[in-house]
């Protein structure tokens, strides 16, 4: 059973920083696609690493945002930089065993976390 428990999350000003964890166990973690997600109903992907280590992001946090891993510690990282009240949200951690059509579209995904809120204040 895959699992996946997000932490990191907090209330920060505007042009402030965080660094969101996703602690993974349960499978072969180094050969699985990750992803970072926020949002509500309609989950918005934010950034994803393939299981090379290649990354992608979403526009609107480019050069802001740096997805990365730690294959030893199984954990999945986003650090978090200039941050804007626009990126206040629930920020889930996301898998999927084989790769997605879109890497930044939550239905490529199988396993889910529960979620931590990041709050930005301006």
């Known amino acids: 059973q895959v699992q996946l428990v997000e932490s990191g ?9 965080l660094r969101l964890s996703c602690a993974a166990s349960g499978y072969g973690y180094s050969r699985y696609y990750m ?26 946090v480019k050069g802001r945002f740096t997805v990365s891993q730690d294959n ?4 999945l990282y986003l650090q978090m930089n200039s941050l804007k009240p626009e990126d206040t949200g629930m920020y889930y ?3 999927a065993r084989w790769a997605p059509w879109n890497a930044l579209a939550p239905a490529g995904y ?8 990041v709050t930005v204040s301006s």
Do not use: L
Request: glycine share 22%; net charge negative; hydrophobic share 35%.
């Open 9 to 17: 999350g907090g209330s920060v000003q505007a042009g402030g920083s």
């Open 72 to 75: 030893a510690d199984n954990i």
């Open 110 to 117: 199988n396993y889910w976390g529960q979620g931590t809120q």
């Open 35 to 60: 992803a970072w997600f926020r949002g509500g109903g309609v989950r918005e992907g934010v950034a994803a690493m393939d299981a090379d280590g290649r990354t992608s992001y979403a526009d609107s």
């Open 93 to 95: 951690c996301a898998a």
